[in-house]
């Protein structure tokens, strides 16, 4: 047996933000804490496009072309025949859509309103209806997301319990403990770091750019007593 270091730090700090800020947006909605809301969707959307980006910059496991697999690599999962260390087939795609179902929670909030007084940074830049309808994808996203994260649950629950894999222990300490002739995880250094980084910090300056500037009130201007 020896020890195979399979998760980068990059990839393992983003599993866990992620889980933290998702945990935060939904207790911010449910306290009725909309800014806070939006500040931590605008979080969730930088976070997201840095992972994008590690798929293709990071190390050997985090990259997309690692564990984005085909028809006959599922089969093989599924048969038992497949061998590897980062994600199996079937979780890469898993993987994929918890990637993209956050995302998308991410940009529609930025066109949603809830109705009463709070609207999103980008909903004056969409009539009222689409507003609406992206309110309602929004809601509709975050139920699908739900029901990804309990799969995902499940799933690392049976491979504990039934295949006797921890898959938590490695997404903390980013090691693995196998048997076979396996090598370290290479690439993803700090150059990639910085590069995915900065495309994360420019899609949330983009928000800011696209939203409109707040109304300008009269200098005489004064509040009416009622």
Same mark, same amino acid.
Request: hydrophobic residues 55%; proline residues 4%.
């Given at each position: 047996? *020896?020890?195979?270091?399979?998760? %980068?730090?990059?990839?393992?700090? /983003? ?5 933290? #800020? ?27 496009? /840095? ?13 997309? @072309? ?41 940009? @529609? ?8 007084? /709070?609207?999103?940074? #980008? ?8 507003? @609406? ?29 039934? *295949? ?12 693995? @403990? ?5 090598? %370290? ?37 004064? *509040?009416?007593?009622?």
């Amino acid at each position: 047996m *020896k020890k195979v270091r399979v998760w %980068d730090l990059p990839t393992r700090l /983003f599993h866990w933000i992620l889980l933290a #800020l998702i945990v935060a947006a939904y207790t911010s909605r449910e306290l009725d804490a909309m800014v806070w809301h939006q500040r931590i969707g605008l979080a969730i959307l930088g976070l997201i496009v /840095f992972r994008l980006t590690w798929g293709f910059v990071g190390s050997t496991h985090a990259r997309f @072309t690692d564990f984005l697999r085909g028809p006959a690599a599922i089969r093989a999962y599924l048969r038992g025949e497949w061998r590897g260390l980062g994600h199996n087939p079937l979780g890469g795609w898993s993987v994929l859509a918890l990637l993209l179902a956050p995302l998308g929670m991410a940009l @529609t909030g930025l066109f949603a309103n809830d109705a009463v007084a /709070f609207r999103g940074m #980008l909903a004056d830049r969409v009539s009222g209806s689409v507003s @609406t309808q992206l309110t309602d994808l929004h809601v509709l996203l975050f139920n699908a997301l739900l029901v990804l994260v309990a799969l995902h649950v499940a799933a690392i629950l049976y491979h504990r319990l039934a *295949k006797k894999e921890d898959l938590v222990r490695p997404m903390l300490d980013g090691v693995k @403990t196998v048997g076979e002739d396996a090598a %370290d995880a290479q690439g993803g250094g700090w150059s990639a770091v910085l590069f995915a980084l900065t495309l994360a910090g420019a899609s949330v300056a983009l928000v800011f750019w696209l939203a409109p500037a707040p109304v300008s009130l009269p200098a005489d201007y004064s *509040k009416p007593d009622w």
